[in-house]
């Protein structure tokens, strides 16, 4: 099935460092999602975008819907032992089209 | 705690039987959607009910069928199964008919032997 691209892939980071991820695709979102999965849970909607160019913070967690709709971004400040877990993004075309997650990002960080 | 209540937590079970998994979603949700996530697969979508119907239909086998009751709890039947079903399936609720805000149950980690 179709996928959006994340990158990192995964990282490893201090604790205390910012953290940036992204998500990219050749087409076009009206909406992008950003959410966290622990081990063995299930994803947690973390922060939700609805316009191109809208940036929007959930306490250290600050989200970006890329200008051109085609790309998302995710930045986490000061982090801690408790962001440790894996981060998706997902694109809704528009409407009642279906939502595409992407391949996420699996954080690690290091005490 | 996301309020969509799945069960089983897991399930084991052998090539070629048959499973149902069941969704409840949260209060006053109408939609309840189905995911498949596997390591080499990612997450995957693979159908939406919204009150009782069939919504949308994502990357679902035609060994996999699933339904929405009037209380609004969904099952997902898998039949015919193979070591490549072996998965976490989630189930996820939301308000309206569209995507956004979807809200995730604890999952159902499916082991086929």
């Known amino acids: 099935g179709q996928q959006l691209n994340q990158s990192p892939q995964s990282m490893f980071i201090q604790e205390g460092e910012d953290v940036s991820m992204n998500c990219t695709s050749s087409?076009?979102?009206?909406?992008w999602l950003w959410y966290k999965q622990d081990p063995g849970e299930g994803p947690v909607l973390l922060i939700a975008?609805?316009?191109?160019?809208e940036l929007t913070s959930n306490g250290r967690l600050t989200a970006q819907f890329g200008i051109t709709r085609k790309d998302s971004f995710l930045n986490i400040s000061a982090s801690i032992p408790s962001d440790v877990g894996i981060y998706f993004c997902a694109g809704i075309p528009g409407g009642y089209q279906k939502v595409t997650f992407g391949t996420g990002t699996k954080l690690q960080v290091i005490p | 705690d996301s309020g969509v209540t799945q069960t089983p937590k897991h399930l084991i079970t052998a090539t070629g039987q048959r499973v149902t998994l069941r969704c409840s979603p949260r209060?006053?949700?109408?939609?309840v959607y189905w995911y498949q996530q596997s390591l080499d697969q990612g997450l995957q979508f693979l159908i939406q009910y919204y009150n009782g119907e069939e919504r949308a239909k994502g990357n679902i086998l035609e060994r996999f069928s699933a339904q929405q009751f009037p209380d609004l709890h969904s099952e997902l039947n898998l039949s015919s199964l193979e070591l490549g079903d072996s998965a976490l399936y989630f189930c996820?609720?939301?308000?309206?008919?569209?995507?956004?805000?979807?809200?995730f149950g604890p999952g159902t980690r499916l082991t086929v032997l």
């Open positions: 087409s076009i979102f009206n909406t």
């Open positions: 209060s006053g949700d109408l939609s």
């Open positions: 996820a609720s939301s308000e309206g008919s569209n995507y956004n805000e979807q809200f």
């Open positions: 975008l609805y316009k191109a160019g």
